[in-house]
């Protein structure tokens, strides 16, 4: 089978090399391929039709023949140089049928190796396969004894077996290509329904004659419905939201009626869900009444949560403002009373209105939630105060504290450091301040803070309280049934402030 036969002539070489026939034998992706039962039993008809020894169905490349079908011998392929079947496909005669009666006798294969050794072949007969239009390969009976002659009828038999040969390739490869749409399409689908399943999509197609809505799972979760019976537009008007069907009918009226898309806001009437449904007419009868619109529904819950919350937040940034400015015009008015020269003015009220920048900084990475009070007090003391705090000992556990609360807070402490800073405990080099706080039920549950400080300079009692001392003891007035008092003992000054807390602060 290694041996090389004697070289093509060019006609049939020209013919075997040809692009357009190579392309259409590998465009049925069948070489080397396994056993084909339907190709075998053919094999086994065409044999037994001609009595022959042999029968063979090949594809025959440029350079190897290769057997769909063998009938009578175990091999698989020959070099195209072996091949008896490429006479065959260089045929121009109308029923491109060769015809070799005594192989010793003709003058192209009487030196063959396969005349001249093993199979021994003396009787040869094939007739062409066509494949879009393309000779690809043959049909063939093969004999070790000559013939002296070969009647038309099995001419004749020889052709309808190529040409039910031809058929069986398109078929199969027909079925190959379908089979591989399907699976493509199949792939495609899924990535279809998972994107809508990812992106909380429900698809819908209504066929208004019928009334029968066809949807995705992701649509009867939007709306309740159940998971495989029949849905009508009927059941998707009742599983809308009552306050919105006649929305929502009024918008299929009018892209009926004027062709424009229908598009609405609803909510679901079972899961409360905000949705916006899309659709468009896609086919009309000849009068111009719908059959079929198509369209999505998306779940756009979690924006309208979202659109409110934003606009919540608005509202509460826009109260805190408020409030905010009219605590720095106060503090401004009354720094200026006491601060009249510009320099001494801005040099007091800087460090105030930076407190309350702070404040209303944590507050809006926060979205106005509120502020922990380890970090209000972390904005006066530094963020380390817990771990290598500064002559200041802190006790008492984390807090959440108002908006309100934390920017009063934050004020008091500011005054309280810098008092403690310029006049008291931290004036010396030995004063410390004392900071603890606890959550008391009684009368009102609330917060309990109390700020001491000792081993600084011997305090006394002002004759008249300063703007430091008078906006602490005010910072808090606008908090309900908050308050600050102020006492200079002689060891160091201390600070009490109580507020309430409500109960999901605490």
Same mark, same amino acid.
Request: glycine letters at 6%.
């Given at each position: 089978?290694?041996?090389?036969?004697?070289?093509?002539?060019a006609d049939?070489?020209?013919?075997?090399?040809?692009?357009?026939?190579?392309?259409?034998?590998?465009?049925?992706?069948?070489?080397?391929?396994?056993?084909?039962?339907?190709?075998?039993?053919?094999?086994?008809?065409?044999?037994?039709?001609?009595?022959?020894?042999?029968?063979?169905?090949?594809?025959?490349?440029?350079?190897?023949q290769?057997?769909?079908?063998?009938?009578g011998v175990?091999?698989?392929?020959?070099?195209?140089?072996?091949?008896?079947?490429?006479?065959?496909?260089?045929?121009?005669?109308?029923?491109?049928?060769?015809?070799?009666?005594?192989?010793?006798?003709?003058?192209?294969?009487?030196?063959?190796?396969?005349?001249?050794?093993?199979?021994?072949?003396?009787?040869?007969?094939?007739?062409?396969i066509?494949?879009?239009?393309?000779?690809?390969?043959?049909?063939?009976?093969?004999?070790?004894?000559?013939?002296?002659? /070969?009647? %038309? =009828? &099995? $001419?004749?038999?020889?052709?309808?077996? #190529? @040409? !039910?040969?031809?058929?069986?390739?398109? /078929?199969? %490869? =027909? &079925? $190959?290509?379908?089979?591989?749409?399907a #699976? @493509? !399409?199949?792939r495609e689908?899924?990535?279809?329904?998972?994107?809508?399943?990812?992106?909380?999509?429900?698809?819908?197609?209504?066929?208004?004659?019928?009334?029968?809505?066809?949807?995705?799972?992701?649509?009867?979760?939007?709306?309740?419905?159940?998971?495989?019976d029949?849905?009508?537009?009927?059941?998707?008007?009742?599983?809308?939201?009552?306050?919105?069907?006649?929305?929502?009918?009024?918008?299929?009226?009018?892209?009926?009626s004027?062709?424009?898309?229908?598009?609405?806001?609803?909510?679901?009437?079972?899961t409360?869900?905000w949705?916006?449904?899309?659709?468009?007419?896609?086919?009309?009868?000849?009068?111009?009444?719908?059959?079929?619109m198509?369209?999505?529904?998306?779940?756009?819950?979690?924006?309208?949560?979202?659109?409110e919350?934003?606009?919540?937040l608005?509202?509460?940034?826009?109260?805190?403002?408020?409030?905010?400015?009219?605590?720095?015009?106060?503090?401004?008015?009354?720094?200026?009373?006491?601060?009249?020269?510009?320099?001494?003015?801005?040099?007091?009220?800087?460090?105030?209105l930076?407190?309350i920048?702070?404040?209303?900084?944590?507050?809006?990475?926060?979205?106005?939630?509120?502020?922990?009070?380890?970090?209000?007090?972390g904005?006066?003391?530094?963020?380390?105060?817990?771990?290598?705090?500064?002559?200041?000992?802190?006790?008492?556990?984390d807090?959440?504290?108002?908006?309100?609360?934390?920017?009063?807070?934050?004020?008091?402490?500011?005054?309280?450091?810098?008092?403690?800073?310029?006049?008291?405990?931290?004036?010396?080099?030995?004063?410390?301040?004392?900071?603890?706080?606890?959550?008391?039920?009684?009368?009102?549950r609330?917060?309990?803070?109390?700020?001491?400080?000792?081993?600084?300079?011997?305090?006394?009692?002002?004759?008249?309280?300063?703007?430091?001392?008078?906006?602490?003891?005010?910072?808090?007035?606008?908090?309900?049934?908050?308050?600050?008092?102020?006492?200079?003992?002689p060891?160091?000054?201390?600070?009490?402030?109580?507020?309430?807390?409500?109960?999901?602060q605490?």
């Amino acid at each position: 089978m290694s041996d090389s036969g004697l070289p093509l002539p060019a006609d049939v070489r020209k013919v075997l090399d040809d692009p357009a026939r190579l392309a259409a034998i590998a465009a049925l992706e069948t070489l080397d391929s396994g056993p084909d039962a339907d190709f075998d039993r053919l094999g086994r008809i065409a044999a037994h039709i001609f009595g022959s020894e042999v029968s063979l169905i090949s594809l025959v490349g440029n350079d190897r023949q290769w057997f769909r079908a063998r009938y009578g011998v175990d091999m698989t392929e020959t070099a195209t140089d072996m091949s008896f079947c490429a006479y065959t496909l260089a045929l121009e005669s109308d029923d491109d049928t060769l015809v070799v009666l005594d192989a010793e006798k003709d003058s192209r294969f009487f030196n063959h190796a396969f005349v001249t050794g093993w199979p021994h072949i003396r009787f040869y007969a094939g007739a062409s396969i066509k494949v879009a239009g393309q000779k690809v390969g043959s049909v063939c009976v093969i004999d070790t004894k000559p013939r002296a002659a /070969l009647t %038309n =009828e &099995a $001419r004749e038999q020889l052709i309808d077996l #190529a @040409a !039910l040969a031809s058929s069986l390739f398109e /078929l199969k %490869n =027909e &079925a $190959r290509v379908r089979a591989r749409t399907a #699976a @493509a !399409l199949l792939r495609e689908e899924w990535r279809h329904a998972l994107t809508l399943e990812a992106g909380k999509v429900g698809s819908w197609v209504w066929d208004v004659q019928t009334g029968e809505v066809t949807c995705n799972d992701m649509f009867r979760r939007m709306y309740d419905l159940p998971e495989v019976d029949t849905i009508r537009i009927a059941d998707v008007l009742a599983a809308t939201h009552e306050s919105d069907r006649s929305t929502v009918q009024a918008g299929i009226d009018a892209s009926f009626s004027d062709g424009v898309d229908f598009s609405t806001e609803t909510r679901a009437a079972n899961t409360g869900r905000w949705l916006t449904m899309r659709g468009r007419v896609y086919q009309r009868d000849a009068d111009g009444k719908a059959l079929v619109m198509m369209g999505a529904s998306i779940d756009i819950s979690e924006s309208k949560q979202t659109a409110e919350h934003t606009r919540l937040l608005l509202r509460e940034l826009n109260h805190r403002v408020k409030n905010t400015l009219a605590m720095i015009q106060s503090v401004a008015r009354q720094t200026i009373r006491q601060n009249p020269d510009p320099k001494d003015f801005i040099e007091a009220f800087s460090g105030r209105l930076r407190t309350i920048s702070d404040a209303h900084v944590l507050l809006a990475d926060r979205d106005w939630t509120g502020v922990q009070l380890f970090e209000v007090i972390g904005s006066q003391l530094g963020p380390q105060f817990r771990t290598t705090p500064d002559r200041a000992e802190v006790s008492g556990d984390d807090v959440m504290l108002p908006a309100d609360h934390a920017v009063g807070l934050g004020l008091i402490l500011h005054e309280l450091t810098t008092n403690a800073h310029r006049f008291g405990a931290w004036s010396s080099d030995r004063g410390i301040v004392n900071i603890d706080w606890e959550i008391r039920d009684t009368p009102v549950r609330g917060l309990s803070l109390t700020w001491r400080e000792k081993g600084g300079p011997l305090v006394q009692k002002p004759d008249e309280y300063g703007l430091g001392t008078r906006l602490i003891q005010r910072s808090l007035a606008k908090v309900l049934d908050s308050e600050v008092q102020l006492n200079f003992e002689p060891d160091g000054v201390v600070a009490s402030v109580w507020m309430p807390l409500p109960a999901e602060q605490i």
